[in-house]
Nanobody, 126 residues
Framework: QVQLVESGGGLVQAGGSLRLSCAAS????????MGWFRQAPGKEREFVAA????????YYADSVKGRFTISRDNAKNTVYLQMNSLKSEDTAVYYC???????????????????WGQGTQVTVSS
């Protein structure tokens, strides 16, 4: 059982920045790869970023490379998504996810993470 709670979403102007946080319950946080997904209105859920258990590997969707940074602090049971140079296209509900491996990465047979947070809204306006 892993419980995830996202925070940090809000309204921001295009070009601005936000940092999302995802707090995990329990003492097994370090055993899970973590990811961020998003879902825009009327669109399917989209992979955003992922990080391995020991932070040795990070992965990003092409649409956010160079703008978003995923990180984690296992001592705090928290994963972060720093979002810079935000665009209107980034508007979505952002979800934190946990999985025992990075098998949920795009191209990995469509594996879906086992655990999800409730989501936090990010709205980018001009």
């Amino acid at each position: 059982q892993v419980q995830l709670v996202e925070s940090g979403g809000g309204l921001v102007q295009a070009g601005g920045s936000l940092r999302l946080s995802c707090a995990a319950s329990g003492r097994t946080f370090s055993n899970y790869a973590m990811g961020w997904f998003r879902q825009a209105p009327g669109k399917e859920r989209e992979f955003v970023a992922a990080i391995s258990r020991g932070s040795s590997n990070t992965y990003y969707a092409d649409s956010v490379k160079g703008r978003f940074t995923i990180s984690r602090d296992n001592a705090k049971n928290t994963v972060y998504l720093q979002m810079n140079s935000l665009k209107s296209e980034d508007t979505a509900v952002y979800y934190c996810a946990a999985h025992v491996t990075l098998s949920f990465l795009p191209g990995k047979n469509g594996v879906v993470p086992n655990y999800w947070g409730q989501g936090t809204q990010v709205t980018v306006s001009s």
